[in-house]
């Protein structure tokens, strides 16, 4: 027999062993399940790219949220589906507190108090330009943005927003929330800021499923150029000073490196976001019998994890939490 004393097959020898030496882990406590709200009643309509994904009118969103909390799925992040008619340059329905979105939160809050609602800040969703800020002239105003976002943020809280989530990559915009929550008494309101978001390719159906593509150009002059990694550490730096509470690297897959990097460089909980583009491949691949489906998905979620991710948005999050029931 060959001498060999260190032998690292000796821990691997049978499922016990496995989990005692396993150093991570994944429960459904680490993620949080982005959900689609669209108007009217008894509606529930599935995004065709996106396989078991729906928009949901409020009444039947009440009833999934509801579902998920049974499975110990406990987080959610809402975005809003809404009709070209309320959309403005201005984004001004992002500010009615009797629109969809803030009454949903508040009825939500009502029924199930337990459940943390995590909301989307930027202009996006409410904009008849599709761009995450306030455009003139064909630019993405920065600063005007910022009196808009900070707004929609405390109307947000107003609701009953648990972590407001700005994803609109506007410099200084997590300084200014944050101020402005604190002067409207929403100190304990969370900040999850979008700290490092690429101008990704990723994001199609994300942006089928809000009919939210920008009606010009792209977003690269406010998203990071996927090439950048030390970029996101000026994001971060700067994200931290200004009061946010959880940094967020997205997408997940392709930027496995930069969620280690942010994780090695600072003392706040590093969300991902596994992104639509990453499930919609993992469901055409699996629909096409190529891959086993669910070992797939939970080998991506291990591997956000294992790069350093506590916290991972992810469309697989129900899915998952039915798994290990």
Not at 16 to 28: A, D, P, W, Y
Not at 142 to 147: G, I, P, V
Not at 291 to 307: N, W, Y
Request: proline share 4%.
């Amino acid at each position: 027999m060959i001498n060999l004393p260190q032998r690292p097959r000796r821990n691997r020898k049978n499922a016990t062993i496995r989990g005692l030496v396993q150093e991570n882990s994944v429960t459904v406590n680490d993620l949080i399940f982005p959900l689609f709200l669209t108007e009217g009643k008894n509606k529930r309509s599935e995004i065709s790219s996106m396989p078991n994904i729906y928009r949901y009118s409020s009444d039947l969103l009440l009833k999934e949220i509801e579902s998920c909390l049974k499975l110990g799925l406990n987080t959610f992040c809402l975005f809003p589906s809404l009709s070209d008619k309320l959309k403005d340059k201005r984004a001004t329905e992002s500010l009615n507190k009797k629109g969809l979105y803030q009454v949903t939160i508040k009825e939500i809050k009502k029924r199930f108090p337990e459940a943390i609602i995590m909301t989307d800040v930027a202009m996006d969703p409410y904009s008849s330009d599709g761009h995450d800020g306030f455009v003139k002239n064909g630019q993405i105003l920065n600063d005007e943005t910022l009196e808009i976002l900070a707004k929609m943020a405390v109307v947000q809280a107003e609701a009953g927003a648990d972590i407001i989530g700005p994803s609109d990559m506007m410099d200084g915009r997590v300084g200014f929330i944050r101020e402005a929550l604190d002067d409207a008494g929403f100190t304990d309101v969370s900040i999850m800021s979008y700290t490092a978001k690429y101008a990704s390719a990723f994001y199609g159906p994300f942006r089928d499923a809000l009919d939210s593509a920008p009606k010009f150009g792209d977003k690269k002059t406010y998203q990071m150029d996927p090439a950048n990694s030390r970029e996101a550490i000026l994001e971060a730096d700067l994200d931290f000073n200004e009061g946010a509470d959880f940094l967020m690297v997205k997408p997940a897959l392709s930027y496995l490196d930069v969620i280690k990097l942010l994780n090695d460089n600072f003392n706040l909980p590093i969300a991902a976001y596994n992104v639509s583009g990453e499930y919609a491949m993992v469901k055409a691949a699996a629909e096409k019998k190529w891959i086993d489906g669910d070992k797939i998905r939970d080998e991506i979620l291990l591997s956000i994890k294992r790069a350093g991710a506590s916290v991972i948005l992810t469309y697989f999050a129900k899915e998952f939490a039915l798994s290990k029931k």
